[in-house]
């Protein structure tokens, strides 16, 4: 990381405990609405936000933590009670069997939020993630909420990189189920490009299962990004391509 900046908290408004990290209370998590900081047993806090390239910051949505970078939140929350309710149907939506140690790839890591839904399925035995940016992996350790990635016995393999050049390393056929939650389009277009979508094919396991969230981007504008992405897709042969407008994504098989 190149830079990084964490503030001491400088608005006056109250703050309230959101969480304690463990049961011995080590780290107090307050929130005084614009930011979430975390209390240090010796009486230090940190402001959990920061810079590195882009501006990266926790805050709290309807009592739990989300990411915004640049402004944009990472978690789809409009419609949901909770963002972790986003997770828990998209999970759901792949149905994934109860048995078998089905491995799954969660393209865009985050706070972990669908990988860490993902991993409580029976069926599923790995769970491996990717994540760009080192600020994301920064305050992901910090959230408790994303604590699920590194406790120990796991499924799950946080991996530091570009997902669009780690798929080329992964081995074909090698996922039964891949949930794509890139940010939107303006954002990360390479992760809705022909190109990228090809590899996604070529890891998926034949009748391999994926939700690909896509965003509402140009909506007013009369664009349509579902028509558009379920075009790209079934030229690179993915097949039963059904859009769900509350997850703001598709659903296809391969
Ligand atoms: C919409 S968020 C993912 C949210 C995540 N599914 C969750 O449940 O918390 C998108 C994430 O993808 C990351 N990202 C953007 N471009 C990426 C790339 N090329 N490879 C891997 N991660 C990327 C962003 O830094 C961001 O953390």
Redesign the pocket.
Known sequence: MKTKKTTKKQTGKAARVIYCKDKTGSITYTTDGKFLYAQIDNGGEIRLDLFDNHYYKLRIYNEIPI?E?DGLR??LVKGFKTPLEY?EKVVAGLSIPSNGQHVIL??????????IQAAKSPGIGTVLT????EA?FTLAKWNPLSDGLWENGTKILPIH????ELIKTFDSRMFSFV?H???RFSH?P??YSSDFYKELHRVCKSNAKIFH?VGSVGKGKGRNIEKEVAGRLSNVGFKKIKYVSKLQGLFFSK
Do not use: R
């Open positions: 990411l970078i990472m978690q997770a969660d393209t865009c890591m985050g706070l972990g939020y669908t990988a990717c994540e760009i940016a994301v990189g570009d997902v669009a949930i939650d890139p940010p990360a390479q992760l969230y």
